[in-house]
């Protein structure tokens, strides 16, 4: 068998070009790839043009010292990497860095365009990153400082600002939420499984919101009672104390966060305590950890570390964060289920130093809301995950555990729409018999063509785990058969560590059978993202 003849590395971009050394690598890996792909010339592109195929451009305006990258645009990268990739550039640019979570939507912006509503002040809400939480609040506070301190900066002018912007459409948004009503929740795993995920559905007849397939369905949740009875017993208040017009209780179940505790909420209580715990108060204002348990401290805990301490009732909420909106993917599609949303969802509990923990959203949907009720909601449009505009295109969708949410959508809507591509998803988790979502489903799916192939992964049934991106390598050249032939691929799941794993082995599988070096294989790679090809839905 002849094997493929690869060019050899051709130096594109030369060392005068006003690039760091990583980038002209990537550039010159990216050209590469494609003389290797069509054997075309390649003729030289401006800075410009050339800055716009790099990783992470947002588009963002160029012109005071910015050169339009955003190299920290990565879910995986912690605060402070993702600093150190923003040192030296504008300050609008750095509060874009300090967003956690790029581009989740939760905050009812994408992460470039919150950063310029604050830097211009016309947002003045530094605690909408809910994914960033307390560290992402504290650096835009940090930076707002900064701003402050500064004469304002020049205005930047881009073709947008030469004409009036339109007006944002009026509507169902995540400031003005619509009424949804719960219908159902039901069990997905069955008898022996670790986990507790649950299949809801909402009704959402009569709300006025739409959506289509890739869109997050935005809610509003309450707060345990429970957790609010403690915290009402640690404050020493009535729980109909009066705030605004409202019961402290009705407040707390409702309008505020009660995790992680808020900076202001230590600086309260030093306030109104003293000697080495007004010490300890100040230093866990300030964002240290005397103790080593800061992570730990939800608002209940704060409350019993300096217990005795008895702040005023409306002082204690004026310090507490507002009780945010929280995101999960849409997992049906309008044509197969109108008037309906249904979302995938694990219910979050963990014990901390004895005391149970529940994630405020999961457990809502998990047990405190009943059939009928009537919740806040809205839908958070994707910025860039959708399926291809040619229904003919062939999808690659990998989406592990509750990350299977969008591609159940995707495939009700191929199937609705008689969509003559072929579909293959990659599922995993931890056990075949209890932990195969929709398994009837997409057996179902399978067995009717409409589901091309379907590859599993089960990381607890063996001696070994194994998990989505090992088999992805087991069938590497068919996957990449499939890529070769025009297909989209997709990801949906942990942004942490299983999306950059399932980078790491598209690589290699490109590197393995397209005959390339590494570096073209993460310019192809690169490529198929900047093309839209390559999509990610990760958290």
Not at 166 to 188: K, V, Y
Not at 365 to 391: C, M, S, T, W
Request: charged share 25%; aromatic share 8%.
């Amino acid at each position: 068998m002849t094997q493929a003849v690869v060019p050899p590395r051709v130096e594109l971009i030369g060392s005068n070009a006003p690039f760091s050394a990583e980038q002209r690598d990537w550039l010159n890996g990216f050209f590469a790839g494609l003389i290797s792909l069509d054997g075309a010339g390649i003729t030289a592109l401006s800075p410009e043009a050339s800055a716009a195929l790099m990783p992470g451009a947002t588009g963002a305006p160029v012109g005071d010292g910015d050169d339009g990258e955003a190299p920290w645009h990565d879910q995986s990268l912690e605060l402070p990497d993702r600093m150190k990739l923003a040192e030296g550039r504008p300050l609008r640019r750095r509060m874009m860095a300090a967003m956690a979570q790029q581009d989740c939507g939760q905050c009812g912006y994408n992460c470039n365009d919150y950063s310029e509503a604050l830097f211009a002040k016309k947002e003045e809400r530094l605690n909408l990153c809910v994914p960033g939480g307390k560290d992402t609040n504290r650096m835009l506070k940090k930076l707002y400082e900064e701003m402050d301190a500064k004469p304002a900066a020049p205005a930047i002018v881009t073709p947008a600002d030469e004409k009036p912007a339109p007006s944002a459409p009026a509507g169902i948004t995540r400031d003005t939420p619509a009424l949804a009503r719960f219908r159902s929740r039901t069990r997905l795993n069955k008898k022996g499984s670790e986990k507790e995920t649950w299949h809801i559905e909402f009704d959402l007849t009569g709300s006025g919101i739409d959506y289509v397939v890739g869109d997050s369905f935005g809610l509003y949740p309450t707060n345990d009672p429970a957790l609010v009875d403690a915290v009402i017993r640690a404050i020493g208040a009535p729980p109909d104390f009066p705030i605004g017009g409202r019961a402290l209780r009705d407040v707390l179940i409702d309008s505020v966060s009660l995790a992680p505790a808020p900076d202001m909420l230590f600086q309260l209580i030093s306030y109104i305590t003293g000697g080495e715990r007004r010490q300890k108060a100040r230093a866990l204002a300030e964002g240290e950890n005397p103790d080593g348990d800061a992570e730990t401290l939800d608002v209940l805990a704060a409350l019993e570390k300096f217990a005795g301490v008895r702040a005023d009732p409306e002082a204690f909420i004026e310090t507490l964060e507002p009780l945010q909106p929280r995101l999960y993917s849409i997992a049906c599609s309008p044509k197969s289920n109108p008037n309906a949303v249904a979302l995938t969802v694990d219910a979050v509990r963990y014990v901390i130093n004895g005391r149970r923990r529940l994630g405020v959203a999961s457990t809502f949907l998990a047990e405190r809301v009943a059939p009928g009720d009537q919740i806040k909601a809205y839908v958070q449009k994707a910025h860039a995950f959708g399926l291809p505009n040619d229904p003919a295109s062939p999808i690659i969708m990998i989406g592990p555990g509750t990350g299977v949410a969008p591609f159940r959508a995707f495939l009700h809507e191929r199937m609705a729409t008689k969509a003559p591509g072929r579909n293959w998803l990659f599922f995993g988790h931890q056990r075949r018999d209890c932990d195969f979502f929709y398994e009837d489903e997409f057996t179902g799916m399978k067995a009717a063509g409409v589901l091309t192939r379907l590859s599993l992964a089960w990381s607890r049934d063996g001696q070994e785990k194994f998990y989505v991106q090992d088999r992805m390598r087991e069938v590497g050249r068919e996957l990449w058969a499939w890529l070769a032939d025009g297909a989209h691929l997709y990801v949906c799941g942990d942004g942490k560590r299983m999306a950059k794993d399932v980078e790491r082995a598209l690589v290699d599988i490109t590197a393995q059978f397209g005959a390339r070096t590494t570096d073209e294989a993460i310019a192809f790679v690169a490529d198929l993202k900047r093309r839209g090809r390559y999509q990610q839905d990760v958290y």
